[in-house]
């Protein structure tokens, strides 16, 4: 699910409560990256598609984002778009191998399942989500690779393709959870993303500050960073004259760089290069930079930290 930090203008959308007809027209609405929003017509081309356990519906035109909703011509939700058809998955004996689909999932279906989520926002802050493996159903721990139960290489877990990468990829969590550690958090409860995590650890300006970590997609490198203060409203042709000073005194161990209004201290770490102890030491240097930095900009640009 995706909760948005702030309340949106827009009146929610409604759910009809009954399933799409065959043959009924419909509206999927959705956005891609860089484009204006795209409304796509399309009719009900098939209904009782099996994907696995679920039942989906299929439409004749191509939906142009994952997860953007399908509405009927009363502007009512009947389904979410842009579900892929697995590899081996049941196909209408009319329909060429070649030829795309456009599934969707019925709102009924989502509706229930996600009836104990339907409750104000606040409810959700500290709650730990469960992860359930998508073969058993049964419940798993994030920082493992495999299930438990069945052994399934998990939705964030690595298939290694050579004992190098292997290697690199198993590196990857176990260096994760050596920096987390050093700020006293357990990588499985700051995991928030199949290869994200977030922890906090106490500033000395008062509020706490995060650090967000990211292990890239083969595990090669792990990327650090944390938010250090807003650009300044004013003064800000000497504020970015003093980042690049900075950063040409960092000798590549860390990087300044700007994103949106923010200041962020980040570093690439190369797991192959890591060795074990090596990571708490990284991230509390990291921090300790954090702090050095916040109070180098903050009190000469009256920058407002984070």
């Given at each position: 699910?995706?909760?948005?930090?702030?309340?949106?203008?827009?009146?929610?959308?409604?759910?009809?409560?009954?399933?799409?007809?065959?043959?009924?027209?419909?509206?999927?609405?959705?956005?891609?990256?860089?484009?204006?929003?795209?409304?796509?017509?399309?009719?009900?081309?098939a209904i009782d598609v099996r994907v696995g356990a679920l039942r989906c519906?299929?439409?004749?035109?191509?939906?142009?984002?994952?997860?953007?909703?399908?509405?009927?011509?009363?502007?009512?939700?009947?389904?979410?778009?842009?579900?892929?058809?697995?590899?081996?998955?049941?196909?209408?004996?009319?329909?060429?191998?070649?030829?795309?689909?456009?599934?969707?999932?019925?709102?009924?279906?989502?509706?229930?399942?996600?009836?104990?989520?339907?409750?104000?926002?606040?409810?959700?802050?500290?709650?730990?989500?469960?992860?359930?493996?998508?073969?058993?159903?049964?419940?798993?721990?994030?920082?493992?690779?495999?299930?438990?139960?069945?052994?399934?290489?998990?939705?964030?877990?690595?298939?290694?393709?050579?004992?190098?990468?292997?290697?690199?990829?198993?590196?990857?969590?176990?260096?994760?959870?050596?920096?987390?550690?050093?700020?006293?958090?357990?990588?499985?409860?700051?995991?928030?993303?199949?290869?994200?995590?977030?922890?906090?650890?106490?500033?000395?300006?008062?509020?706490?500050?995060?650090?967000?970590?990211?292990?890239?997609?083969?595990?090669?490198?792990?990327?650090?960073?944390?938010?250090?203060?807003?650009?300044?409203?004013?003064?800000?042709?000497?504020?970015?004259?003093?980042?690049?000073?900075?950063?040409?005194?960092?000798?590549?161990?860390?990087?300044?760089?700007?994103?949106?209004?923010?200041?962020?201290?980040?570093?690439?770490?190369?797991?192959?290069?890591?060795?074990?102890?090596?990571?708490?030491?990284?991230?509390?240097?990291?921090?300790?930079?954090?702090?050095?930095?916040?109070?180098?900009?903050?009190?000469?640009?009256?920058?407002?930290?984070?």
């Open positions: 699910m995706v909760l948005p930090a702030e309340r949106l203008s827009l009146p929610p959308l409604l759910a009809r409560p009954d399933l799409p007809r065959l043959g009924e027209p419909a509206l999927a609405l959705g956005a891609v990256p860089d484009a204006p929003s795209r409304v796509v017509s399309a009719v009900v081309s519906f299929e439409l004749d035109a191509a939906v142009s984002s994952r997860g953007g909703p399908v509405v009927d011509l009363d502007g009512r939700v009947i389904g979410v778009g842009g579900l892929d058809l697995p590899r081996g998955a049941s196909r209408r004996a009319d329909s060429a191998p070649s030829e795309p689909r456009a599934l969707a999932i019925p709102i009924v279906a989502l509706s229930r399942a996600l009836a104990s989520a339907d409750v104000a926002a606040e409810q959700f802050e500290g709650r730990t989500p469960t992860y359930r493996c998508p073969s058993c159903n049964e419940p798993f721990d994030s920082s493992d690779d495999r299930c438990a139960a069945c052994g399934r290489l998990l939705p964030h877990g690595w298939e290694p393709a050579d004992a190098a990468c292997g290697a690199s990829t198993a590196g990857a969590e176990r260096l994760v959870r050596d920096l987390l550690a050093a700020l006293g958090a357990a990588a499985a409860s700051r995991r928030v993303g199949p290869r994200a995590f977030r922890a906090s650890y106490p500033s000395s300006r008062g509020a706490a500050a995060e650090v967000v970590l990211t292990i890239d997609e083969d595990g090669a490198t792990i990327r650090g960073k944390i938010a250090l203060l807003r650009v300044p409203a004013a003064n800000q042709e000497p504020f970015y004259r003093c980042l690049l000073t900075l950063n040409d005194q960092a000798m590549d161990t860390h990087r300044l760089s700007v994103e949106g209004d923010t200041v962020h201290l980040s570093f690439v770490e190369p797991t192959s290069l890591a060795r074990p102890g090596e990571g708490a030491a990284r991230v509390r240097d990291l921090v300790r930079e954090a702090e050095r930095y916040k109070k180098v900009l903050a009190e000469p640009f009256d920058a407002q930290a984070c």
